[in-house]
T-cell receptor, first 114, second 117 residues
Framework: AQSVTQLDSQVPVFEEAPVELRCNYS??????LFWYVQYPNQGLQLLLK??????LVKGINGFEAEFNKSQTSFHLRKPSVHISDTAEYFC????????????FGKGTRLSVIA | GAVVSQHPSWVICKSGTSVKIECRSL??????MFWYRQFPKQSLMLMAT?????????EQGVEKDKFLINHASLTLSTLTVTSAHPEDSSFYIC?????????????FGPGTRLTVL
């Protein structure tokens, strides 16, 4: 089975500062990795995904993440955040085969301060 | 991109009544849909996996007789909360997996807020 750990439940950061949201996963098989963003009372929007190939993945809204197999990590980064980035961010993992569901981390609340 | 809708977006009901939530893939066919439940300030917990034309697969601890799932077509899955009680109040989110996709891409609906009085 897969599991995801998001080490920080809340991350406050000033506007235009860089941010990193941490995600570690556990799996005995190869996986796909995802980051989703959720705005209040809304569903999830895919930010980016890692399937294979280059370990540095670029997504929407200026976010990027790096897959590190040896450290089983998939941290999300943005060099300069905006007020509109305030939201809940979820890291998720799934097996890379079959019709398997996503397993989510507990989420990290990013609060951007003006 | 692929769009998934949910209806209703919010519902308030009395304890003991049943509520049906619809999940539709608007511009693609989805052989598989997933139903999640999210409590305030918590993560999404998978409730069940719904495959078109077959019975849903429920996660451990989810009462299949209470949460009835029907996936009658490639674009529609429904979740019925039967005899709802206040503890069933939650945010329910569905996702749909693209049929024939090469990887496990899922598209999420906007969620349904259920409040049971």
């Amino acid at each position: 089975a897969q599991s995801v750990t998001q080490l920080d439940s809340q991350v406050p950061v000033f506007e235009e500062a860089p941010v990193e949201l941490r995600c570690n996963y556990s799996s005995s098989v190869s996986v796909y990795l995802f980051w989703y963003v959720q705005y209040p009372n809304q569903g999830l929007q895919l930010l980016l995904k890692y399937l294979s190939g280059s370990t540095l993945v670029k997504g929407i809204n200026g976010f990027e993440a790096e897959f590190n197999k040896s450290q089983t990590s998939f941290h999300l980064r943005k060099p300069s955040v905006h007020i509109s980035d305030t939201a809940e961010y979820f890291c998720a993992v799934s097996r890379n085969s079959g019709n398997t569901p996503l397993v989510f981390g507990k989420g990290t609340r990013l609060s951007v301060i003006a | 991109g692929a769009v998934v809708s949910q209806h209703p977006s919010w519902v308030i009901c009395k304890s003991g009544t049943s509520v049906k939530i619809e999940c539709r893939s608007l511009d693609f066919q989805a052989t598989t849909m997933f139903w999640y439940r999210q409590f305030p300030k918590q993560s999404l917990m998978l409730m069940a996996t719904s495959n078109e034309g077959s019975k849903a697969t429920y996660e451990q601890g989810v009462e299949k007789d209470k949460f009835l799932i029907n996936h009658a077509s490639l674009t529609l899955s429904t979740l019925t909360v039967t005899s709802a009680h206040p503890e069933d109040s939650s945010f329910y989110i569905c996702s749909a997996r693209v049929a024939g996709g090469t990887y496990n891409e899922q598209f999420f609906g906007p969620g349904t807020r259920l409040t049971v009085l």
